[in-house]
C-alpha cells in the first residue's frame, strides 16, 4: 500500500517535470545549439532588428524634441530663448537646407 503510494507520488512528479520541461521548450533550444550558424543568423537578424529601431526611435525623439524648442523659442522666452534659438541653428547647419 505504501509502495502503490510512493510510485503514485513519483509518477505525478515525473508528469510535472515533463510539463515543465516541455514548457521550456528546451528541445527547441537543445536543437538550435546543435546548429551554431543558424543561431548566428538568427542573433543577426535580430541584431539588425534592435539596431534599426533604436535608430528610428532616437530620430523620432529627436524630432520631438528640435519640435518643442523651436516652440520654446517662439514663446520668446529671455534667457532660455537665446540659448535654445543657438542650438536650433547649429542643429539646421549640420542637417542642410
Known amino acids: 500500500m505504501e509502495e ?3 510510485l503514485q507520488g513519483l509518477a505525478d512528479r515525473v508528469a510535472r517535470l515533463a510539463v515543465n ?3 521550456m521548450k528546451l528541445a527547441e533550444y537543445v536543437e538550435l545549439l546543435e546548429h551554431p550558424w543558424r543561431l548566428m543568423y538568427i542573433n543577426f537578424i535580430a541584431g539588425i532588428a534592435r539596431g534599426l ?3 528610428v526611435g532616437f530620430a523620432i525623439l529627436g524630432a520631438v524634441l528640435l519640435y518643442i524648442l523651436r516652440s520654446l523659442v517662439m514663446l520668446n522666452l529671455p534667457l532660455i530663448g537665446g540659448f535654445i534659438a543657438e542650438i536650433v541653428r ?3 547647419l549640420k542637417l542642410g537646407p
Open 4 to 6: 502503490n503510494r510512493l
Open 21 to 23: 520541461v516541455e514548457k
Open 53 to 55: 529601431g533604436i535608430a
Open 90 to 92: 547649429m542643429v539646421q
